[in-house]
């Protein structure tokens, strides 16, 4: 294998042409490993199978390809810490629906990938391991809280990786790497093995290198599972039956209250794909969500409050060390979660952000009479450097202020790469109806078609 | 909006120590006083939202499956014994 980044689609395609054999792939990314994520301190892997160990998973499939779990899917017999102290040496006794179905599909786990603590953050900084770096600027953060999922896919480590959404932490480090990150409709992927964090918007997706690859992935994981009681039975699709179909005359929204407060240099590049976007025949229609800015609010009432129940497993009695062992931000969010809940201020906070729920999901309703999609920027900044954003618990919960509206509903969200600040990637993201995802797919795949930005490979520099 | 840190720290069986209690007060206020926008939003008549799936109750078949044997249940915990796992004592009896 020459290149130094394939896609799923190119490996699944060299093994039809038989260019390589398995072995051929496997060694192309342990040697990937050992170059970069080694060399450069990337620290995007908290665990890595040992070669006997992927060797004989890899033999069990006709066409095995190497993958990625962000630490909080469980995998049997394999490490999963959550990037916590607290889980620091927990070994699970079973794995994830979603890994399960991966492995059945042939994608064989390799590493557990590196994350902010139980999926607390949106810089990859909260990690008890350590914050990991972006392979296009080392000393700037690929964003979290799905870190490793993203630097480890941009640095062409694995050629993709599991990760979740919660508050953007797919689209957010995604739009950041220059990588696709999918977020599916809530209830469209088990959570089952998947260390919860906010049990009501938690989303189990991907970070890919395409948008082909990111709809080949979401064929396997979607669909029902009876050990979750919140997966749909509504039946799944083959998500890439569609994709090369343009997106002529689809209606494309732009909502202004996500224009607001945007540094100017990504303002050049989303306006940029706006009419990119026109180019290829799409209807840009101007629309509003008049809750937007309340969301953030409710976001953070909802998700410490729910954090604070979930949590309320880890005894350090059954699995993990005691509760001391938490983190920061854990913690933090542990006590404003109980504080929200309880006796006397439950009304006034949780009631209160559930009503704002029901008011940011009202918004998306109405919208969705009028358009087939909106297309919104991603970060309202650049990639903070390491270290920027962490002493401020409210700068770092900003990063999310245009992420976590459609966690909040429940729809679908996929982050595709729209160009570059210098060396820094931006990301635009699409948002569609509960489980549009093929259309999501449609309009990011003619997009990235056309501009053609996933090309650009990290440079492993400081800057 | 001010918060009861040894109260909350309590409920959340939250073991904090003097300098984590001090650190975090003010942060948490700070957090509390950016989502107090919340309390000027209008939610007259607005059912809350619990869940986004639309399911109601999901049933399944009344079938005994297997689950987790004693063995995979007690491997993690940090103290077990005769397939049984050791906490630390919850009633205490008075003489």
């Excluded at chain 1, 941009?154 to 990150?181: E, H, M, Q, W």
Aim: charge should be negative; proline fraction near 5%; glycine fraction near 6%.
């Amino acid at each position: 294998m020459k290149n130094n980044y394939y896609t799923l689609q190119e490996i699944i395609e060299g093994y039809t042409q038989k260019s390589f054999t398995p072995a051929d792939v496997f060694d192309h990314y342990y040697n990937r490993h050992q170059q970069i994520e080694v060399k450069h301190g990337l620290n995007s892997v908290i665990t890595q199978s040992s070669r006997e160990t992927t060797e004989k998973a890899a033999a069990k499939q006709p066409q095995p390809i190497p993958i990625g779990h962000k630490d909080i899917y469980s995998t049997q017999n394999i490490r999963t810490t959550a990037a916590s102290n607290i889980l620091a040496d927990y070994i699970p006794p079973y794995s994830a629906t979603s890994v399960k179905r991966l492995e059945s599909a042939g994608l064989v786990g390799v590493v557990k990938l590196n994350c902010d603590a139980f999926a607390h953050g949106a810089t990859g900084e909260n990690s008890d391991f350590g914050p990991t770096k972006n392979p296009y600027a080392l000393n700037h953060t690929p964003g979290g809280s799905s870190s490793g999922s993203a630097a480890a896919v941009a640095a062409g480590i694995i050629p993709a990786a599991t990760a979740t959404d919660t508050g953007g932490s797919i689209r957010f480090p995604a739009s950041l790497t220059n990588t696709v990150g999918l977020k599916p409709t809530y209830g469209r992927a088990s959570r089952y093995g998947v260390i919860a964090m906010t049990s009501s918007t938690d989303s189990i997706g991907h970070i890919t290198r395409t948008v082909w690859d990111s709809a080949y992935l979401l064929n396997i994981t979607a669909g029902q599972d009876p050990l979750d009681a919140t997966t749909s039975n509504r039946p799944t699709e083959n998500y890439l039956a569609q994709i090369e179909q343009g997106i002529k005359n689809l209606r494309i929204g732009i909502p202004k209250e996500y224009t607001e407060n945007i540094d100017p240099k990504i303002m050049s590049v989303y306006e940029k794909a706006l009419t990119d976007l026109e180019k290829l025949g799409a209807e840009l229609v101007p629309v509003s969500l008049p809750h937007t800015k309340d969301a953030i609010s409710a976001y953070y009432i909802i998700t410490p409050s729910e954090i604070s129940s979930n949590l309320g497993r880890f005894d350090g009695i059954r699995y993990g060390m005691d509760r001391s062992a938490f983190g920061a931000e854990a913690k933090r969010r542990i006590m404003i979660g109980t504080f929200c809940l309880s006796a006397g201020y439950y009304d006034a906070y949780y009631l209160k952000a559930q009503q704002v729920r029901t008011l940011v999901i009202q918004d998306f309703q109405k919208v969705f009479e009028q358009v087939d999609l909106l297309v919104t920027p991603v970060s309202p900044t650049l990639t903070p450097k390491l270290g920027e954003a962490i002493n401020d618990p409210i700068k770092n919960y900003m990063l999310d202020v245009l992420m976590v509206t459609a966690n909040l509903a429940g729809i679908p969200g996929l982050s595709v790469p729209a160009g570059f600040v210098g060396s820094l990637p931006v990301g635009i993201q699409f948002l569609g109806n509960h489980f549009d995802e093929h259309l999501l797919f449609q309009a990011g795949y003619a997009y990235e078609q056309h501009t053609q930005y996933y090309q650009r490979e990290p440079e492993f520099k400081e800057i | 909006m001010q918060i009861d840190i040894e109260k909350i720290a309590k409920l959340a069986a939250l073991p904090l120590s003097e300098e984590e209690k001090s650190t975090l007060k003010p942060q948490l206020d700070q957090i509390l006083d950016f989502v107090e926008a919340l309390k000027s939003v209008d939610t007259t008549n607005i059912a809350p939202t619990v869940q986004v799936t639309g399911h109601t109750n999901v049933w399944r078949t009344d079938k005994a499956i297997a689950g987790l044997t004693t063995k995979e249940s007690t491997m993690n915990a940090r103290k077990s014994a005769n397939g049984l796992i050791i906490t630390e004592q919850v009633l205490s009896y008075e003489e």
